[in-house]
């Protein structure tokens, strides 16, 4: 009886032990399952740094063949980002999927890695979308034994880059040059389209007046060759661009854009973009 009983606070002890360490695991991450789950999308990003700017880099499921690789670069705050997009093998989300399982990196949603602060440093940032879940977590620094478990996530999407497609894609701003046409003269009120990835189109509508300014709009996207309707909107919004100031919109398509110029109209306002394909 006094052997049974040793054995049962023994068995109580190693159950709080176990507790205890479970509520240190949770506090430091949220442990989320993801059991029988399939990954269908990651992305990593950074930003935050003393220039303002961002890079990010996605892979989203397309089809049962291929991926969407985004890549997004943009050096200062509020510069218009550079993007290039591709189309990848999806098996890339399978090798992905392999290592966070590995080393249980669903036990590092929202982990706080380090007490360290670099004061105008970059974060680092990691998201895992699955079909009902996903993994977030995000650092300036990531010690040893976890950043050498994620570089193998580089090195699993570096062995298919090679053999990627590169998609058509917005014309950007280049200063001084031909594309500078589709921007709202100075002094004027207009709008332009500043960023074409993942089927989403972003524009900005820039008021460079000393007055604000009040507008109403549907928006409407029409491909310029034809004159076929790409988008349009059946509910009316109202808005207001500040004086000196600009609005960001962004509108979700079903499709991907062709190569071909289009027309994007904003309440009174329209600009044309275009989407061409890139050189390598």
């Keep these: 009886m006094k052997k049974k009983k040793i054995i049962f606070i023994v068995v109580i002890a190693i159950s709080i032990l176990i507790a205890c360490g479970g509520c240190k695991m949770f506090i430091n991450g949220n442990y989320v399952s993801v059991k029988g789950q399939h990954l269908n999308s990651y992305e990593e990003a950074s930003g935050g740094s003393m220039t303002g700017g961002h890079n990010a880099l996605s892979i989203e499921r397309f089809n049962d063949k291929y991926a969407l690789y985004t890549v997004e670069e943009s050096t200062w705050y509020n510069e218009d980002p550079k993007v290039n997009e591709y189309l990848i093998d999806v098996k890339v989300l399978d090798d992905i999927q392999t290592i966070f399982t590995k080393y249980k990196m669903n036990f590092w949603n929202r982990k706080k890695f380090t007490n360290m602060f670099v004061t105008d440093g970059a974060s680092y940032s990691y998201n895992f979308a699955f079909d009902s879940k996903s993994v977030y977590f995000s650092s300036q620094i990531y010690p040893l034994r976890y950043r050498s478990k994620l570089e193998k996530i580089d090195d699993a999407i570096s062995a298919y880059t090679s053999d990627m497609k590169l998609l058509p894609g917005l014309i950007v701003p280049q200063a001084g040059g031909d594309y500078m046409k589709y921007i709202p003269a100075k002094g004027s009120v207009g709008i332009y389209v500043n960023q074409y990835s993942r089927n989403i189109i972003s524009y900005k509508c820039v008021n460079d007046t000393e007055e604000n300014v009040d507008y109403s709009y549907q928006p409407v996207i029409r491909c310029l060759s034809d004159g076929a309707v790409i988008y349009s909107s059946e509910k009316q919004k109202d808005a207001t ?40």
């Design 241 to 280: 661009v500040y004086a000196n100031s600009d609005n960001d919109g962004s509108i979700k398509l079903d499709q991907r854009l062709d190569v071909g110029i289009y027309e994007l109209n904003i309440g009174e306002y329209s600009c044309t973009f275009e989407i061409s394909q890139p050189t390598q």
